[in-house]
């Protein structure tokens, strides 16, 4: 497995334990554990504070259990006899959501080689797949709210450092950055938002509500 650099912090994977995220970003955390052995250890230890509290709940349980109602709520069904997800680009959470792996997604050009498909949005926040050139950069930017970022293929480098496959960036209002893709390969990304972000080019903002970022 592939060295994860950069992962979710523990309080961000406790509120994915407590079912508290805000939907969208419980696909990325759940797609960040399902690529980090770290992440998974982390949230099974937290889990088990849990449950020494609440004795009678099994936690491992619930995590699974709060995977299945965000699939519902997201609009991925639930399966009922589990199909076998091959093992590809995208971890199974995400699978569920796109219904297949890299090829099933129905992508948008956003410009400048840059596409992007929207896989849930609702008054909480936007998750969404973005997949930009390698070596091209995105527009420099703030946030008004909290930004994650998981990364699916390929890296990206911005001020934090190198993001790689299973590195999570978490950006809020104190960060910004301009995200660049390494050379080499495009940059498949799945990214979690629950505000507009804040590009500082006038063409960004201006092409900012036809691509709802
Ligand atoms: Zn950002």
């Not at 995200?179 to 990304?189: F, L, R, Y």
Request: glycine share 10%; with cysteine.
């Amino acid at each position: 497995m592939t060295h994860i650099q950069h992962h979710a912090h523990d309080d961000i994977l406790m509120g994915y334990a407590t079912g508290t995220l805000p939907q969208a970003f419980d696909l990325v955390v759940a797609s960040h554990v399902s690529l980090s052995d770290d992440a998974r250890a982390r949230l099974e230890s937290l889990e088990a504070i849990g449950g020494a509290v609440l004795e009678d709940i099994d936690m491992v349980d619930l995590a699974e259990d709060s995977l299945s109602q965000t699939l519902a709520k997201i609009g991925g069904e639930a399966p009922i006899e589990a199909p076998q997800w091959k093992v590809g680009v995208f971890p199974s959470p995400l699978q569920q959501v796109v219904g297949g792996d890299e090829e099933a997604v129905r992508w948008r050009n956003v410009g400048r080689g840059v596409k992007q498909c929207i896989l849930h949005s609702d008054e909480d926040g936007t998750v969404r797949l973005l997949s930009i050139p390698a070596g091209r950069s995105m527009p420099a930017h703030s946030h008004n709210g909290t930004e994650m970022t998981l990364v699916l293929k390929g890296a990206f480098r911005d001020e934090d450092g190198v993001f790689a496959r299973g590195d999570i960036e978490v950006a809020d209002a104190n960060v910004d950055h301009t995200p660049v893709a390494e050379p080499g390969e495009d940059c498949i990304c799945l990214v979690a938002t629950d505000a507009r972000l804040k590009f500082r080019g006038l063409l960004p903002r201006i092409a900012q509500p036809f691509l709802g970022i």
